[in-house]
């Protein structure tokens, strides 16, 4: 079992020469990405890159690719919210006024933060947020 408590990782732009590696990695978790970008994905992310897309690596303390994130600013977020349980995170949506949290996920951490989602105070301000995943 390898423990990661102790690990420190960087975190860079993906470069060229992390190509083989970062390949490894996705490829290893699904060939989703490969099918819908085309073989050489990677590379040409790097080479040409843009304003929308961003792959982020992380190394580890020997210069080794621990893992890979695909940044993108086009995002669907109905579709992660069909994936994906997000509730506690408001469904990656802003926070509104008007937004009910259901109550065994959130329960506000003040009188503060509670007044900027409803126009009545809680009773009892609580010290603390507390998020309950299920």
Do not use: W
Not at 40 to 62: A, Q, T
Not at 68 to 93: A, C, H, K, Q, W
Not at 113 to 126: A, K, L, Q
Request: proline content about 6%; glycine content about 4%; hydrophobic content about 35%.
């Amino acid at each position: 079992i390898c423990s990661l408590a102790k690990s420190k990782f960087r975190f860079l732009r993906d470069r060229e020469e992390d190509n083989d590696d970062v390949v490894t990695i996705i490829d290893a978790e699904t060939s989703m990405v490969k099918e819908f970008y085309g073989e050489f994905y990677v590379s040409e992310i790097v080479r040409h890159p843009d304003n929308c897309r961003r792959l982020i690596v992380s190394e580890d303390d020997e210069g080794l690719a621990t893992g890979v994130m695909f940044l993108n600013s086009n995002i669907d977020v109905d579709t992660l919210n069909e994936n994906f349980e997000l509730v506690p995170y408001n469904g990656l949506r802003k926070p509104h006024e008007m937004d009910k949290f259901p109550g065994e996920i959130m329960q506000p951490a003040s009188e503060i933060f509670f007044s900027i989602f409803s126009r009545t105070p809680r009773d009892e301000p609580t010290k603390e947020l507390v998020l309950l995943v299920p």
